[in-house]
């Protein structure tokens, strides 16, 4: 037992730093492997008020089946980018973003916050309910590193049938995690096992006038990424003005690219025009998928949910319907899971039923999800109705109002898409 370890390890950042690491993996599945490599760069922009960091974070990932290649290969790809606030003790604020879903733990862990978890365990808290639990697996006082477990557990893991553990080499003189170790496993859907590594190549200076740079066009891009996502998210939904936004949405970049000046977002506008062509063709057809729908009657159901129950749009006259459509392997189906089950509770006493129309083929794996993910809304396992309401994206959420008729058709997930789904509720139910 280590009683009488000062102090306590603690993250600490100052600005002008560059903090650049490399992540080194291999996939192996059934039949072959995959290499993966990350880079993250840190670039801390601030101090906070609260004592806390603002934290700009640059992923950039490549893939392939040879390790040589992979490290071999251009800056040709698009990063993505986040920003964050980051305590001493590593507790996160997560700032909007639509972009990516970078996870800072990764390579910042959460940190004791006393000397009695210290001794025993302390657990941080992520996103889909994760927990992370950590413990010192080694080190003593005058250690010039500490060497910390890290264990994460969430219900998608569940569901998965997916472990994941990492260890961190926390270097006390530089106050940050400068080696981790990690292996993750999943043997549902494509089963494998990834291992590998992530190290601190360099801590490098950036002047002043670099950072300030850097801080001043960090806001303007993230403003343009919002412009653009709203812009192509408009484009989804009006098939006749589709076109016109997904070219507003283009100049959006375009215009950034022509008013920044940091290499760093000046290369990173000019690849998310690139990366914009690829999409505008999806837009359009799904743009196109919505208005064969949207005011058009229901196509009448009778399915059953996984308790027997029968249900039937028919049924449901004088109630708004919402269907969700997702599958078992599709991880942004679970991930918009917890939204539409607040959405359900937050509406249980209201004319307005919820269902989960799962269109994997075994209905276990319905039932798994329903019973990991615990929803509280009843779900019906329904192949043919996905082709019916011209679903082919996933998730899919579609609101039908009191009289059969679809007013509404939401794809794919974002993080507030559930306050979009109750405000479109709130009106259907105004119109009574």
Known sequence: MM?????????????????????????????????????????????????????????????????????????????????????????????????????????????????????????????????????????????AKLSIQGVKTSPVQEVDLATAEATYQFNVALRLVDQVNFACRQEYGFAGTVTGSTVLVSADRRDAAWVALLRQESEAYFAAAEEHRKRVRRATRCADEAKRLLAEARCVWGALAGAVAHPVFKSQAN???????????????????????????????????????????????????????????????????????????????????VLGVSVDRDVSDTRSVAEKLRLVYPCLSAMDLAERFHVRGFPTVVVIDKKGIVRDRYVGYTPTFAAEIAAQIERLLAED
Request: glycine share 8%.
């Open 3 to 143: 009683t009488d370890f000062p102090p306590l390890p603690r993250y600490q950042f100052e600005i002008g730093q560059e903090l650049n690491y490399l992540s080194t993996s291999k996939f192996c599945y059934e039949g072959g492997e995959e290499h993966a490599v990350v880079e993250w760069n840190i670039w801390p922009l601030a101090r906070n008020d609260d004592g806390s960091w603002r934290i700009l974070q640059r992923e950039r990932i490549w893939h392939g089946a040879d390790l040589e290649a992979v490290l071999d290969k251009a800056d040709d790809r698009c990063a993505n980018l986040i920003f964050f606030d980051m305590f001493p003790d590593g507790h996160t604020v997560m700032q909007p973003c639509f972009e990516t879903e970078i996870d800072p733990r990764q390579i910042f862990p959460r940190l004791p916050s006393d000397v009695r978890a210290f001794n025993s365990d302390w657990q941080g808290f992520g996103p889909m309910d994760e927990k992370h639990t950590y413990r010192v697996e080694c080190g003593a006082r005058g250690s």
């Open 271 to 353: 690849a998310r025009l690139k990366s914009h062509d690829s999409i505008t063709e999806q837009v359009v057809d799904e743009s196109q998928r919505r208005a064969q729908t949207i005011g058009q009657q229901g196509p009448e159901f009778c399915a059953t949910d996984l308790d027997g129950r029968r249900h039937s749009l028919r049924d449901y006259r004088g109630r708004i319907v919402v269907l969700d459509f997702w599958y078992r392997g599709c991880g942004w189906c679970l991930r918009a899971m917890p939204q539409i089950n607040e959405l359900a509770r937050s509406l249980e006493n209201r004319p307005v039923v």
